[in-house]
């Protein structure tokens, strides 16, 4: 394999160009920079045209890309869109993790926040940081910066775009502006499997392997790291990534390599774009898998096709920290009158959610309900619309559990099933008369 050159990334100082390790900046930008993780500092002004961020959980690539958006904004003058792939995801991430930037660099004076629309703009300069997600076409069409052209656009959660088509089209919403000012589309994300697009696209091409950590040329930056590279964890941050069981996960979330998902339990599914076919979607059957702190309260929004044996995932809810009265106003809307099976283990919040006018019945519990729903499944054609990331996530990575000597168990990893758990409770009742059991 032919070797692959190493050059630092070009960065700029003051209104100059110039190839280097270290920008010197002066004043209140030495003291910004001094909260930026060591690893990522030459990076502050990356002018490359591709820019990737990738690697394990806990890295601190999304932080310090929120960090250097907002010094760009304000110092460089630049107008960036941050993105992902489905808009109703943006408030609780990206547009929360630079809110959270500006307020930790005390620059709340500085910037204009409209919370509503998700802009915000630098009082002084005029130049605006700008979301929408790529589902909303028409968000994505009209979206202007009041003043100059949008010369960075950051991509957040890349791999949750499954085609690389949507990504060069950002490219060339770049277009305008001042032809001297160099334009940027940076990705940041976990290394989910190797078979993606990104993989693909970007990182094949150059023969790339784990051990590798950065590759820099005029037109691409890749930089993989870990959770090594954020020095701000806690030592309980760290001990849980590195206890972290499960060998794929550990490869992808711990250390940022991309996985290879070799003991995938579904490969009956497939993406399609169904926001067309929505009002032909009668035959509803909808699954609630409760949670709270850590693990999300996860709703697939589904009609099946019985003669077909097909499923349609049309739309999902999938949200952390949810109280039942919060969860109730969320979904109640959205469920139009039709009820919801969810985990019996919750009686309390089935009785809440029913209090609060959604119609909620719990789901059956019965010997090896889990692989008997899995099984059942499995012998459906499911067909995943392009807005639900949550459950094309889900389908990508749930795995069956591994012996030590590699072989796959009958037992599926606890990980990656929230969706997935709340449709194996959407059809019980088709498992049941179709099968003669039940699940749970």
């Given at each position: ?6 050059q630092?990334p070009?960065i700029?100082?003051g209104?100059r160009w110039?190839i280097g390790?270290?920008?010197?900046l002066g ?7 001094a909260k930026?993780?060591t690893?990522?500092?030459p ?6 045209r ?5 690697g394990?959980?806990?890295s601190?690539?999304s ?5 250097r958006?907002?010094l760009?904004v304000?110092d460089?003058g630049?107008n960036v ?7 109703r995801t943006?408030r ?10 500006i307020n ?6 500085e910037f204009?926040v409209?919370?509503?629309e ?9 130049h605006q940081i ?6 909303d076409?028409?968000?994505?069409k009209s979206?202007r910066?009041?003043?100059?052209a949008?010369?960075d656009?950051?991509v957040?959660?890349a791999?949750?775009?499954?085609d ?7 490219m060339r919403?770049?277009r305008?502006?001042d ?11 976990n290394?989910?499997y190797?078979?993606h ?9 150059l023969?790339?392997?784990d051990n ?9 930056t890749?930089l993989?790291?870990?959770y090594i ?13 590195e206890?972290e069981?499960?060998?794929?996960f550990?490869?992808?979330y ?8 070799g003991?995938v339990?579904?490969?009956?599914w497939?993406v ?8 032909q979607?009668?035959n509803h059957?909808h699954?609630?898998?409760f949670?709270?702190?850590n ?6 929004y589904?009609?099946?096709d ?5 499923i349609y995932i049309y739309?999902?809810?999938?949200e952390v920290g949810?109280t039942?009265?919060v ?8 469920l139009a009158g039709?009820?919801?099976k ?7 919040s ?7 006018g959604?119609r909620?019945v719990?789901a059956?519990k019965g010997?090896?309900?889990?692989l008997h ?6 012998q459906?054609e499911?067909?995943?619309d ?6 094309i996530s889900e389908?990508?990575?749930?795995q069956?559990?591994?012996d030590?000597?590699g072989?796959p168990?009958?037992q ?9 758990d709340?449709?194996r409770y ?5 498992m049941?008369?179709?099968?003669g059991?039940?699940m749970?």
């Amino acid at each position: 394999m032919t070797a692959i050159a190493i050059q630092r990334p070009r960065i700029r100082v003051g209104r100059r160009w110039k190839i280097g390790k270290k920008a010197v900046l002066g004043g209140t930008d030495t003291k910004l920079i001094a909260k930026l993780n060591t690893i990522y500092k030459p990076y502050l002004s990356n002018t490359a045209r591709t820019q990737i961020y990738f690697g394990g959980a806990s890295s601190g690539k999304s932080v310090f890309n929120a960090q250097r958006f907002v010094l760009a904004v304000m110092d460089d003058g630049r107008n960036v869109l941050v993105c992902r792939a489905v808009a109703r995801t943006i408030r609780k991430s990206v547009f929360a993790e630079i809110r959270s930037v500006i307020n930790e660099f005390d620059l709340e004076d500085e910037f204009h926040v409209h919370k509503s629309e998700m802009v915000i703009t630098h009082k002084a300069n005029g130049h605006q940081i700008l979301f929408a997600g790529l589902d909303d076409v028409n968000k994505l069409k009209s979206i202007r910066a009041e003043k100059g052209a949008i010369t960075d656009v950051w991509v957040e959660e890349a791999t949750e775009i499954q085609d690389i088509k949507d990504i060069k089209q950002l490219m060339r919403r770049q277009r305008g502006g001042d032809p001297g000012t160099p334009k940027t589309i940076t990705l940041t994300f976990n290394p989910i499997y190797q078979s993606h697009p990104i993989y693909k696209e970007y990182f094949e091409p150059l023969g790339w392997h784990d051990n590798q950590t950065e590759y820099n040329s005029d037109s691409l930056t890749i930089l993989k790291t870990w959770y090594i590279h954020n020095e701000y964890l806690t030592q309980g941050d760290i001990d849980d990534l590195e206890n972290e069981p499960d060998g794929y996960f550990k490869d992808v979330y711990t250390y940022g390599k991309w996985g290879i998902l070799g003991n995938v339990i579904f490969t009956n599914w497939r993406v399609e774009d169904l926001s067309g076919m929505r009002g032909q979607f009668t035959n509803h059957r909808h699954g609630l898998d409760f949670g709270f702190s850590n693990d999300p309260a996860a709703l697939p929004y589904t009609h099946y096709d019985k003669p077909k044996k097909r499923i349609y995932i049309y739309d999902e809810f999938y949200e952390v920290g949810m109280t039942n009265d919060v969860l109730a106003a969320s979904i109640k809307a959205p469920l139009a009158g039709s009820y919801v099976k969810a985990d019996s283990a919750e009686p309390k919040s089935i009785a809440e959610l029913n209090k609060h006018g959604v119609r909620v019945v719990g789901a059956k519990k019965g010997k090896d309900s889990v692989l008997h729903g899995i099984q059942w499944l499995q012998q459906q054609e499911i067909i995943i619309d392009k807005s639900c990331v949550h459950s094309i996530s889900e389908f990508q990575q749930y795995q069956w559990k591994k012996d030590k000597h590699g072989d796959p168990l009958p037992q599926p990893v606890d990980k990656n099933n929230h969706i997935i758990d709340g449709l194996r409770y959407a059809y019980e009742d088709d498992m049941t008369l179709q099968s003669g059991f039940y699940m749970g």
